[in-house]
């Protein structure tokens, strides 16, 4: 059983920014992919920021150049730094980890791991 533990999301205003964390205890990172997702209401869950298992990251188009996506393999730490977020980027943010996955990929159903969501709340 893997269990992803997700920081607090938060509350920020539009050109603020927030950081998340995952923590995957037991899991070996460098040997998933792991990648962050968010769905907002009424939309389907989308891919935000992934990393392969060769170091490659992906991200949307949305978020390219104000997210960025690491992890510490040894910590076991997934995090997603977002600045000059938007209203728009606001939605319930999911880690996830998928060990059968070996490139990036925003296929939702590569990744076999969730972690329970966490909220981000932009204004304007």
């Known amino acids: 059983q893997v269990t992803l533990v997700e920081s607090a999301g938060g509350s920020v205003q539009a050109g603020g920014s927030l950081r998340l964390s995952c923590v995957v205890p037991g899991f070996t990172m460098n040997r998933a992919c792991m990648g962050w997702f968010r769905q907002s209401p009424g939309k389907e869950r989308e891919g935000v920021a992934v990393?392969?298992?060769?170091?490659?990251?992906m991200y949307a188009d949305s978020v390219k150049g104000r997210f960025t996506i690491s992890q510490d393999n040894a910590e076991r730490i997934l995090s997603l730094q977002m600045n000059s977020l938007k209203p728009e980027d606001t939605a319930i943010y999911y880690c996830?980890?998928?060990?059968?996955?070996?490139?990036?990929?925003?296929?939702?159903?590569?990744?076999?791991?969730w972690g329970q969501g966490t909220q981000v709340n932009v204004s304007s």
């Open positions: 996830a980890a998928g060990p059968l996955c070996w490139r990036a990929t925003f296929f939702a159903a590569a990744y076999g791991y």
């Open positions: 990393i392969g298992r060769d170091g490659v990251t």
